[in-house]
């Protein structure tokens, strides 16, 4: 859908709006951000062209707007692969479950941002596997005793006493 200039700085604004007020995303073309990039880029050739027009205030609350609604978006989704990694990845637990990210991958994503949401999860997906207990249990100990072995010791000394 091609979108005119002035019409564009409307959507910018209800896009805006909804990114404030809902914890979801709001609904925007999947080709939002080129949208957005080629709407600042015409802002732009315009202010060069005439530095003094009108166009320098649109180009920076437009810029402004943008900016804000990209870190509205990243927040939320950032915060979406944080709690899907909390609910589907249990740190300490033996056999974690699978994944299911058809059902808790947010609405409303673009590519771009698809794209971020899965690169998070595999990054905390990753981080979380690093620090489990099943990947030191493994390894085992620092000192080279399991992990069980310490338990034994540990309920040796605790009998002692």
């Not at 080129?34 to 649109?58: H, M, T, W």
């Not at 056999?95 to 994503?109: G, I, K, M, R």
Request: hydrophobic residues 35%; proline residues 2%.
């Amino acid at each position: 859908m091609i979108i005119m200039q002035g019409d564009f700085f409307q959507v910018l604004r209800r896009v805006q709006k909804e990114e404030r007020n809902k914890s979801s995303l709001a609904r925007v073309e999947n080709d939002f951000y080129k949208q957005l990039r080629d709407y600042i880029r015409n802002l732009e050739r315009s202010v060069a062209s005439d530095p003094f027009g009108n166009e320098q205030l649109l180009l920076n609350n437009a810029q402004r707007i943008a900016t804000e609604i990209c870190e509205l978006r990243e927040s939320k989704i950032t915060k979406a692969a944080n709690n899907n990694i909390y609910r589907s990845f249990l740190l300490f637990k033996k056999d974690n479950p699978q994944f299911d990210l058809l059902d808790t991958t947010p609405l409303n994503l673009t590519d771009e941002e698809e794209t971020l949401y899965f690169a998070l999860m595999d990054a905390l997906k990753s981080h979380r596997y690093r620090i489990s207990l099943d990947e030191y249990a493994e390894e085992g100990s620092l000192d080279g005793t399991s992990l069980e072995d310490e338990g034994e010791e540990y309920d040796k000394d605790f009998d002692e006493d």
